[in-house]
């Protein structure tokens, strides 16, 4: 409930968020706030003191404040007329033994241990970080790997419970390089592909996760199958937050290395790319500069400006996005068309790239303000190939060599 619908003793308020208190612990230093206001300072932030003595925290220890959270609950009790809900008693955090008493019932009954786990660890801050540093990864990994196997219902289910459980946690180092094995890795891509929409968006997650932790070419060396499952997740756009992490992986495998980079070309990752481009409009501006910086590396080799000009879409798409977005999208688009003029001059890229009005916006970026190198680029392309435009273009007023 919101503190300013009625006046609610301070006390009972939580100091970091001004809350009433539901779940009130007592930190080493003697400050007592509400557990999950407390644990996301802790864990989340990664704040090292006190929020209210501004001491050094000498232990992470939560200790609860059952006498104050009975004052909080007798209150709310007193106050039903006020909108006041009752808060209930919370559950004790998770221990050592409980924990190992649900990893021990998944050899038995392990998708009802996995739903246990999940439970527990939707709880607290506090209970994914004793999850996190237990044998448990291990075992959620362990089933996951088992994916591929699956042929009946309740074995993909658990695997999908396994791997949203596992999204959950605070990973550690260690979880992280198990996760990167071939053998997770190849589950991994076929959640993506056939997954439901939940596990392929904690499967592109996890894979986002590798990815900023420098593992992005273990991710790469380990599972071609993985770009072709990122590449659906970009053309059935599962949600947004898929989608940016698809890019952001699919980014670092092309520049990870020239046969990352051909892989994902011949995957089709040109042809998704430009395919998309249409439907990114001046709102979808980060989606947009996203793609255009993909594209620009696959470009950057000969087998990307091959697939790029013989895709009938590929230098309109592109074109359009010019001037359109935002100047990094222009910027990137320039690039783009850039790079095929110079090392891919065919005479039907040449004659479209006039055509459809590309020529026009280069001229036109000369007196826009934009970035200095792509007015270099684009004064490379008119000087490169200015004649030839100026022979075939009824805009005889356009200045090819300026």
Not at 237 to 262: F, G, K, N, P, Y
């Amino acid at each position: 409930m919101d503190s300013t619908e009625m006046e609610i003793p301070s006390y009972f308020l939580c100091p970091i968020s001004m809350q009433l208190m539901k779940d009130p612990v007592t930190l080493c230093t003697g400050a007592t706030y509400d557990r999950h206001s407390i644990e996301k300072w802790m864990f989340t932030m990664e704040n090292k003191s006190c929020p209210l003595t501004k001491q050094p925290l000498q232990n992470t220890e939560l200790t609860p404040n059952h006498t104050l959270r009975r004052l909080i609950q007798q209150w709310c009790v007193l106050n039903p007329s006020a909108g006041v809900h009752r808060i209930s008693t919370p559950r004790s955090p998770l221990d050592a033994d409980h924990l190992n008493k649900i990893l021990q019932d998944m050899h038995s009954f392990q998708l009802k241990a996995l739903k246990k786990l999940r439970s527990v660890a939707g709880e607290s801050e506090s209970n994914r970080r004793l999850i996190a540093s237990s044998a448990a990864p291990a075992a959620l990994i362990s089933v996951i790997e088992s994916y591929e196997k699956g042929c009946w219902y309740e074995l993909v289910t658990a695997c999908e419970e396994a791997l949203g459980i596992l999204y959950s946690l605070p990973l550690l180092d260690d979880t992280l390089d198990s996760i990167a094995t071939s053998k997770c890795l190849a589950s991994m891509a076929a959640i993506l592909k056939r997954g439901s929409s939940n596990a392929r968006f904690h499967a592109s997650m996890l894979l986002q996760t590798l990815t900023k932790k420098g593992l992005g070419g273990l991710v790469m060396n380990a599972n071609g199958d993985i770009i072709e499952g990122l590449l659906k997740l970009l053309t059935e756009e599962v949600c947004h937050q898929a989608t940016v992490a698809a890019m952001e992986i699919l980014t670092a495998i092309a520049s990870d290395s020239q046969r990352s980079r051909i892989k994902a070309i011949e995957a089709g990752a040109v042809s998704v790319l430009i395919e998309s481009l249409p439907d990114q409009t001046p709102e979808k501006k980060r989606s947009c500069e996203r793609m255009l910086c993909l594209l620009d590396v696959l470009c950057g080799c000969a087998e990307g400006r091959a697939a790029m000009a013989d895709h009938a879409m590929g230098i309109p798409a592109v074109s359009k996005k010019i001037m359109r977005v935002s100047q990094l999208a222009t910027e990137k688009a320039v690039r783009i068309l850039w790079l095929l003029c110079k090392f891919s001059p065919s005479k039907r890229i040449i004659d479209e790239m006039l055509q459809i009005g590309a020529v026009n916006k280069l001229y036109l970026l000369l007196h826009c303000a934009c970035s200095a190198k792509t007015k270099r680029k684009a004064k490379d392309m008119l000087r490169e190939h200015g004649k030839y435009w100026k022979s075939r273009s009824c805009i005889s007023a356009v200045n090819f060599q300026e």
